[in-house]
């Protein structure tokens, strides 16, 4: 039962364009969305987040839209620079959870220069 | 801030063996958590702890895995008799009473041979 999917398993753009990394979420229950970011040999580090209050969270080049209807949410990174080249995770959780995080599968992102 | 430390960074042993990590949180932070990841899969939630309590266990851990976290501080994941699926990257991480804004370790990863 995969209730974080991320269904892009690889996105490779051009330095300086847009990424865009998709997140499906089933669970209606969860109120809290995160994007977590990891390099090779590194834990993941926490990258933005959103509640389910808002709609769009923005953080300098990253934005993250939240689409409670679709249960859907996206990040935007703009522009884009080979170090931001990594494996990226959608993370979601609910309030009553304890703060648990239910991760998708992972994005890796690669910015051509 | 030393930020969360995982020792060992690795660990092969042979199947049937019990081995045990240990995670060194950051010391302000009272909650504390253990997560498996494998191969092209995100992070699993496995356990965890708020100050010495452990408030909640995966289905995922199984009897032959336990999770101590003594005096609230550092926490120790044992795993008896271990098997060839239990290969995969432990990690550790821990964060403030609210929110979900974890700080990740580095992580332990176990070969099973």
């Known amino acids: 039962d995969q209730q974080v999917k991320q269904n892009s398993p690889s996105l490779s753009v051009q330095e300086g364009r847009i990424s865009i990394l998709n997140c499906d979420y089933t669970?209606?229950?969860?109120?809290?969305f995160l994007w977590y970011k990891k390099y090779p040999a590194e834990g993941p580090t926490f990258l933005i987040s959103?509640?389910?209050?808002?709609d769009k969270n923005e953080d300098g080049r990253f934005t993250v839209f939240l689409n409670k209807s679709a249960k859907h949410l996206s990040l935007h990174i703009v522009p884009s620079q080979p170090g931001d080249s990594a494996v990226y995770f959608c993370?979601?959780?609910?309030?009553?959870?304890?703060?648990?995080?239910?991760f998708g599968e992972g994005t890796q992102l690669t910015v051509n220069p | 801030d030393t930020g969360v430390s995982q020792n060992p960074r690795h660990k092969i042993t042979k199947r049937g063996q019990n081995v045990t990590f240990r995670c060194d949180p950051i010391?302000?932070?009272?909650?504390l958590y253990w997560y498996r990841q494998t191969l092209g899969q995100g992070p699993e939630f496995l356990t965890y702890?708020?100050?010495?309590?452990?408030?909640?266990k995966s289905r995922l851990l199984s009897d032959r895995f336990s999770a101590e976290r003594p005096k609230g501080s550092f926490s120790t994941l044992e795993i008896q008799r271990t098997e060839q699926g239990d290969s995969a990257m432990y990690l550790c991480?821990?964060?403030?009473?609210?929110?979900?804004?974890?700080?990740f370790g580095s992580g332990t990863r176990l070969t099973v041979v």
């Open positions: 959103i509640s389910s209050i808002k």
């Open positions: 669970n209606s229950m969860f109120d809290y």
């Open positions: 010391s302000e932070h009272n909650r």
């Open positions: 993370a979601a959780s609910e309030e009553t959870s304890g703060s648990r995080l239910t």
């Open positions: 702890f708020q100050n010495e309590a452990q408030l909640e």
């Open positions: 991480a821990s964060s403030l009473e609210a929110g979900a804004r974890y700080t």
